[in-house]
């Protein structure tokens, strides 16, 4: 009798045999550069592969060549992490700017019109606004509260929508929660696409993982994840991801291998590791979140609550939140009262949670975007998009509920100090 396994239960074995290692049960360290060829022809057979100069045979796989192009950590885990997002490959990189920064070098060339949403992470808009615009790509930015209509209207404003090659979402956007409907994206991209240059869509999906929200089946081309975060969940490696079907990672691939920032194989160990407990940190990692939501939204020192938890029912953030996720996460931003003095006052005096930037870890975060992973989005655009000097970003982690409140409750006390009595 077969069953059909679910992705938790096949992340201990999918992919591996254990007498292709000595019966070693876990996936070892393969700590090599190269591997031999049986015979002469093997190897030009594999590189014929890994070139492109052929196509694969039915049922033929790349074999090993050199690390920078294979090696079975990187194979393992790539299979692996296919599991969640129901993708047909994936590629590891050294981190998540590589992932993302080697996507859009892939899918965009000088001269092209690149569309993405604000706001987004604050290395992304770097990268978006300075690198690509060096070497000749515009790129436009959209809000999440922007029409399908008005942002069609924001393109053909440009001049250049002929040349819109590429859409990059980022939902629920860093820092403030916002979301982005990917299948109205998707109808943008089929608008301006023709016969012969399809407009691709990436959805960086970091802030929901690979197991509250998969964006391929919301019509995405390409997913793209700082595995550093949830996938890898212990603050100990930095990593990216990118996944969509074949044919779409065989260019991001190519890219990847002359670029050469795919992940070492100690890298891929490391997440291979992390994959096993994946689903029960995020669960309770959410179920933190939500009792610590809770806690805040009813504070007299907190102006308002930006989590997905909290949603009003009536708007159309919610109607998107139900499509498209599974649960609210775990990443909760808030604005306490005043301005940066009374925010840094709050960070200061945290004892448990940890003040760094990064999420998705085992361990509570916290961090000031305004001043820290947004400092260098200019000050009219953070503004604009809500990025205050009172706003506070918490990555939820897997600490007991009760003692993250007591944290953050003693910290607000001390936040807004006693008035000083005047003597007489």
Known sequence: MKNNLSPESLMMTHAYKPEWSEGAVKVPLFLTSTFTFKTAEEGKSFFELAYGIREKEQEEQLGLIYSRINNPNLEILENRLCLWDKADDCAIFESGMSAIST??????????????????????????????????????????????????????????ANRLSHIYIETPANPTNDLVDIKMCKEIANYFSKSQKEVFISVDNTYMGPL????????????????????????????????????????????????????????CWLLLRSLETLKIRMEKQASNATEIADFLDTHPLIDKVLFLGKLDKSSKSYQIFKEQYSSSGAMISFYVKGGEEEAFRFLNQLKLIKLAVSLGSTESLVQHPASMTHAGVCSELKKKLGIEENLIRLSVGVENAKDLIWDVNQALHVMKPEPVLEMI
């Open 103 to 160: 996507t859009l070098l892939e899918f965009l060339n000088p001269g092209d019109l690149l569309l993405f949403s604000s706001p987004t992470y604050g290395g992304t808009d770097h990268f978006i606004k300075h690198f690509l615009q060096k070497i000749g790509i515009e790129a436009i930015g959209f809000y999440p509260n922007q029409s399908k209509e008005e942002i069609i209207q924001l393109i053909e404003n440009t001049g250049k």
């Open 212 to 267: 509250w929200s998969n964006p391929l089946e919301h019509g995405a081309d390409i997913v793209i994840y700082s595995a550093t975060k949830y996938i890898g969940g212990h603050s100990d490696v930095i990593a990216g991801a990118v996944l969509g079907n074949t044919a779409v990672i065989k260019r991001v691939k190519t890219l990847r291998t002359f670029l050469g920032n795919m992940a070492s194989p100690h890298t």
